[in-house]
């Protein structure tokens, strides 16, 4: 086990080996390494949730009730987030909120951005929703988040991570062996367990956030009383981390309890070339199978098709992504495509999206923090450690080769 390289700049990426033998020493592997890290993250965060409406006695609250849920369905998670939280010197409700914070950001009571009108504005469109099925659209803004994608031809999986600058310099490469031969390596951001990455039995996992603005006022957000337990998305993508088949991870996805925060999209794509796009629409799921993939921040289903769900971002980095789609050639190496399509900066709402202030969560500075490139077939998995235009890829293999 080690952590290499010990410091991080523009130029490298940090690998952590974590190889404990059982969820507890996993847990404090974690921990320890990157404690300083995962307080770094944990403050980010809670600044977060402070600036959407969240109180401390709240959080605590939500994180507990979903520990509970978790520890019904995968107990072994929960005993590595506590030996975590106490190696990084944290209370277990902290990390398991830091692993809940897609759900609790989602339930947000409220947004920066919000004036009076725009709430009024938001419980107007409840009630058309909720009535008459009208369509709004809440992305008339140039904010948005991460493009995935799947190729079949090579089985090529690969995404643009995009967040707040700042984590740019936080964000870690895992990998994760256990003693009957099982790894995983997935980039994640320290404290959290599970998210982008790809396994020793051929599973890639990519994650789109898919907020509805209104969805998430309809559950709570502006009135909200209480938190409905449900398996963080985060979670969920361990889950698939540790499968060791495609369709078991499937199946155990769509069955997991959700809530009406469960506003996601997991990508599951396999070395055979299969793959699966499975939305989390609050309590509804609904799977997309197909050849060549991608998805952005809105809707594709769940009910919400005929409602304009995400940023304008989002739709206009779907369309330019169809379209380059259509236009791959046969001839040339999945990874290569891959990476053209990501770093694609066509528009005035690019693919690869430069950093600019996010209204809706009150980021500073939103954009591409990373591209990542899953080969799922070579067991490799490819980062930049900022934006791939300046910031070249390195290369972390399944196999710990030094």
Not at 39 to 49: I, N, R, S
Not at 379 to 396: A, D, F, N
Request: glycine fraction near 8%; hydrophobic fraction near 35%; proline fraction near 3%.
């Amino acid at each position: 086990m080690g952590c290499s390289p010990s410091k991080r700049n523009r130029k490298c990426v940090r690998v952590v080996d974590i190889d404990g033998r059982t969820p507890q020493e996993k847990g404090r592997q974690h921990g320890e390494f990157l404690r300083k890290q995962i307080h770094e993250c944990w403050k980010f965060y809670l600044d977060l949730f402070h600036r959407v409406g969240w109180k401390d006695a709240e959080i605590r609250q939500a994180a507990m009730d979903i520990r509970g849920c978790i520890q019904r369905f995968f107990p072994a998670y929960v005993q590595e987030m506590k030996a975590l939280a106490d190696s990084a010197g944290l209370e277990e409700w902290q990390v398991i909120a830091l692993n809940s914070r897609t759900e609790i950001l989602n339930a947000r009571r409220t947004a920066p951005g919000w004036t009076a009108e725009k709430k009024k504005e938001i419980q107007r469109c409840l009630h058309n929703i909720q009535e008459s099925k009208e369509t709004h659209a809440d992305g008339d803004k140039e904010e948005g988040e991460c493009t995935a994608i799947f190729l079949k031809k090579d089985a090529i999986q690969a995404q643009n991570w995009d967040w707040e600058e700042k984590l740019e310099g936080l964000f870690t490469v895992l990998r994760y062996s256990y003693p009957d031969g099982r790894k995983f390596i997935m980039l994640t951001e320290p404290g959290i367990i599970g998210k982008i990455g790809l396994n020793s039995s051929g599973l890639g996992t990519c994650l789109n956030l898919v907020s509805h603005t209104h969805t998430c006022a309809l559950w709570g957000g502006i009135e909200r009383v209480s938190f409905t337990p449900c398996i963080p998305v985060h979670i969920l993508l361990r889950v698939a981390l540790d499968s060791t088949e495609f369709k078991r991870a499937l199946d155990t996805v769509k069955k997991a309890p959700r809530c009406c925060a469960s506003m996601s999209n997991i990508m599951l794509g396999h070395s055979s070339g299969k793959s699966a796009m499975i939305e989390l629409g609050g309590k509804s799921v609904e799977v997309f199978f197909g050849e060549n993939q991608m998805h952005t921040n809105h809707f594709l289903g769940c009910g919400f098709d005929k409602i304009t769900t995400g940023s304008a971002s989002s739709y206009a980095r779907y369309t330019r992504c169809t379209h380059l789609l259509r236009e791959l050639d046969d001839s040339v190496d999945g990874e290569l495509e891959a990476k053209r399509i990501l770093s694609d900066g066509e528009g005035k709402l690019p693919i690869l999206r430069p950093y600019c202030p996010s209204l809706e969560l009150g980021l500073q500075s939103g954009g591409t923090c990373c591209t990542i490139v899953l080969h799922l077939r070579k067991g490799i998995l490819e980062v930049t450690s900022g934006s791939p235009l300046s910031h070249p890829y390195h290369k972390i293999c399944l196999a710990n080769e030094k």
